[in-house]
């Protein structure tokens, strides 16, 4: 099982470890609750180094992204990032990513761990004649990333660029410095993230992960996927292999704006457009303190409505929240409904999503 440059550095920490994507990655160092708490109200350090990363470069660069991707890329400025999704012909999610711009012919995508191979295999069988080169750097970039209100303060004595003028979902190259006895490494900069909060992300060469690491540790908590479960679900961002699936379009995730007004043509577009929702992506919260895991059914008196596609207590909040393929007729914010958890049924109420947003956003 693949590991991140990082490991033996997690050991250290004592962290213990679980498959994710394919990889050996830090689940919690400690308690997965206080590394929850430190992102909402400090700071909290990740290795992300598992993700994919797919350099996208040629003249047609942002031609070959419309049509491999459901978005617009070709709108998409220098300097910016976009979340978007890629489908199979039949509309089916292959994964959600993010597109960084790097220049007006060069493109970075950010695939999920678990699907990079697909989206590489499905890059290079979209090229066609697409004047662009392609290169999977997933094993060669390394990521790190800064979470939390603190993560400004953090980073700005550590980099040579201002990081306070990057808006969210943008990103700039810089040099990032650990010491006066090392030498900078090259480092690009996104303001993006999967906790809710403010914070960054931290793309290096593979070789530079530990000085990265190391540059920024020492202010802040390190945290394992386990806390960036609970602090996406707190901001209700869909999990691939949960909310999204190869059975689930991006109409299903509410992503159907993406491509409204898009005149490109792209893969899966005879099958998405004009399609209305089989179910939605809702929210339901309970005052009970019972949590709802996945897989568990919903119910609106004796009718099933839908299942849970991820559920726990939130730390932040107090209270059970989860998240749940719903019947759209059936959707509504407010509506009293039933969650079947082990035989038993408890009460829970479709709330409006996300459960957790930070006073600043």
Not at 223 to 244: I, N, T, W
């Amino acid at each position: 099982m693949p590991q991140t440059p990082l490991h033996a550095t997690h050991e250290n920490l004592g962290a213990s470890f679980t498959d994710f994507g394919g990889w050996e990655m830090p689940l919690k160092y400690g308690s997965e609750l206080e590394e929850h708490r430190a992102v909402r109200t400090d700071v909290g350090i990740f290795d992300l180094s598992h993700m994919g990363e797919i350099d996208v470069k040629g003249p047609d660069a942002a031609a070959f992204l419309d049509y491999a991707l459901i978005s617009n890329l070709t709108a998409l400025k220098v300097g910016k990032a976009k979340y978007s999704m890629i489908v199979a012909d039949n509309g089916g999610i292959l994964d959600d990513l993010i597109t960084y711009r790097f220049a007006e012919d060069h493109f970075m995508v950010v695939p999920n761990a678990g699907n990079a191979a697909t989206v590489w295999a499905a890059f290079e069988a979209r090229k066609g004649d697409f004047d662009v080169e392609l290169r999977n750097d997933s094993e060669a970039v390394a990521l790190v990333a800064v979470q939390g209100p603190r993560s400004l303060e953090v980073l700005t004595p550590l980099l040579d660029g201002d990081a306070s003028a990057l808006t969210y979902y943008s990103g700039a190259w810089s040099s990032l410095r650990s010491n006066q006895t090392e030498e900078p490494v090259d480092v690009f900069v996104a303001r993006t993230g999967y906790t809710g909060e403010d914070g960054f992300e931290l793309f290096c060469q593979w070789e530079d992960a530990q000085q990265v690491w190391d540059a920024v540790i020492g202010a802040g908590t390190p945290c394992g996927l386990a806390a960036r479960d609970s602090l996406r679900l707190e901001a209700a961002m869909p999990l691939y292999g949960h909310e999204l699936t190869a059975d689930t379009t991006p109409v299903e995730a509410g992503m159907g704006r993406a491509f409204a007004k898009k005149e490109a043509d792209f893969v899966g577009k005879a099958a998405l457009v004009g399609r209305e929702p089989s179910v939605v992506i809702a929210g339901l919260t309970s005052e009970q303190r019972r949590a709802a895991r996945e897989g568990a059914e919903v119910f609106l008196g004796d009718d099933k409505i839908g299942v849970v596609t991820s559920g726990q207590p939130s730390p932040t909040l107090g209270y059970p929240v989860a998240l749940a393929h719903l019947d759209p007729a059936h959707a509504e914010v407010g509506t009293e409904v039933e969650i079947d958890i082990r035989g038993r049924r408890y009460p829970f109420t479709i709330a409006p999503t996300p459960f957790y947003s930070r006073e600043d956003a």
